[in-house]
């Protein structure tokens, strides 16, 4: 992921503890502060693997509680959505804490919350905790981005939010095969408690290493969300939801669906792993070509390459061919069109109300994991049907994209 949406906390005064400042603070508050923000990676890191890893060993999860495929895929469904609805609720109710004191509270509800998802003795119980562990990752992931600006003066603040959001993006490339490798040698709920132990390092090493900030003024939640009454922003966002609900069908149910493509069970965190290069490829072109394009050529190209990649997945799966280099080939572009979007994206909605922008980023950001909720329960609903159909949609929803995208242009 690119961009994380930050609200920046008021900045420390204190440069002697090495926080980075205004113009001033010097080489070593600089060195001192991007350092910090490397235990700040790891935290993010570990958010985005639990966001992703549910879905490498959904057959397994499936098998031990006793419950269908299309059924263990709520997990993925509740987290994406509690994480959508909940994150800016929380950034309100939470405004006025500490900076150090809520992301610490936040890794540790995280690792609770894994712990609790791989003890889960029945279904009831790991949808419970996965909502409860969206919700330490709705309050960790915006206020890191944040508390990492505020670490470093101003000429590495990019850097220092570059080393952040890599957390994120190496979970995104990772999450899904690393959960499918780890659920095969040591069976899924100990890859859940794997979680919990590096969310428990990251508090740990936050509560350590990054110093006391204050929190923010408080922002009504009324006001965070008036921003929708701009016709323009109101007209952005949904796009994000169509775009990711397009990539999310499959992906939540990746390994079934390459199962039916025909790749085997040692095959397949390879291909996922093309999957994610192609994820990290995509965002870091989608960053420099939409400077260079603009954001609407490169969300034509990213739906159509989308469209494309899922319907001949939908095809191979119909006909029965078995042509493993060909679904590497097209994870890859399936993972770039999926991660192209983000920034284009918030592009657009900058462009739109470049007043707002820390708000309608952060909208966005909630509008990506509504579209991954919903994407996870329809790929549920299709899964039953076989993988051809539950392709098939995901294509015709990224021509959807495509065409609501042209409408909505200007």
Do not use: K
Request: aromatic share 6%; glycine share 12%.
């Amino acid at each position: 992921m690119r961009n994380i949406p930050v609200e920046r906390p008021v900045r420390a005064e204190d440069q002697a503890a090495g926080v980075g400042g205004d113009a001033g603070s010097g080489a070593v508050g600089a060195w001192n502060g991007l350092r910090r923000t490397g235990i700040l990676a790891l935290g993010t890191f570990a958010v985005g693997t639990d966001s992703f890893i549910l879905a490498g060993f959904l057959p397994d999860v499936a098998g031990t509680l006793g419950v269908s495929l299309a059924s263990a895929g709520l997990a993925v469904t509740v987290f994406a959505a509690t994480y959508a609805l909940g994150s800016p609720v929380l950034a309100t109710l939470t405004a006025r804490l500490p900076r150090r004191t809520l992301l610490v509270s936040a890794l540790l509800v995280l690792a609770l919350a894994n712990v609790g998802s791989a003890l889960a003795p029945a279904f009831w119980m790991l949808l419970a905790t996965r909502i409860v562990a969206a919700l330490g990752a709705a309050a960790f992931t915006p206020n890191a981005a944040a508390v990492a600006s505020a670490l470093v003066p101003p000429q590495t603040r990019a850097r220092a939010l570059a080393v952040v959001v890599g957390g994120l993006t190496v979970a995104t490339a990772l999450g899904v095969p690393l959960g499918d490798l780890l659920a095969e040698r040591m069976g899924w709920r100990s890859a859940l408690i794997g979680v919990a132990v590096v969310c428990a390092m990251a508090a740990a090493g936050v509560a350590a290493w990054v110093p006391a900030l204050p929190g923010n003024p408080m922002v009504p939640l009324a006001t965070r969300l008036a921003v929708l009454r701009d016709r323009s922003v109101a007209a952005v966002l949904p796009l994000t939801v169509l775009g990711m609900g397009a990539a999310y069908t499959v992906y939540a149910y990746a390994v079934p669906a390459l199962g039916a493509l025909g790749i085997g069970s040692s095959a397949t965190a390879w291909v996922l792993g093309l999957y994610g290069v192609g994820a990290i490829a995509g965002n870091l072109f989608s960053g420099y070509a939409t400077d260079r394009f603009g954001p609407v050529p490169v969300l034509t190209s990213g739906y159509a390459l989308m469209a494309v990649s899922l319907g001949v997945m939908a095809v191979l799966a119909a006909t029965g061919a078995r042509l493993p280099v060909l679904v590497g080939v097209l994870a890859l572009g399936w993972g770039a069109s999926t991660w192209c979007q983000t920034p284009a994206q918030q592009h657009r909605l900058i462009a739109a109300a470049p007043a707002e922008s820390g708000l309608v980023v952060a909208l966005n950001a909630s509008c990506i994991y509504l579209g991954i909720g919903a994407g996870s329960l329809l790929g549920g609903i299709t899964l039953g049907r076989g993988v051809t159909v539950m392709c098939g949609v995901s294509a015709v929803l990224a021509v959807a994209a495509l065409g609501y995208l042209r409408v909505t242009a200007r």
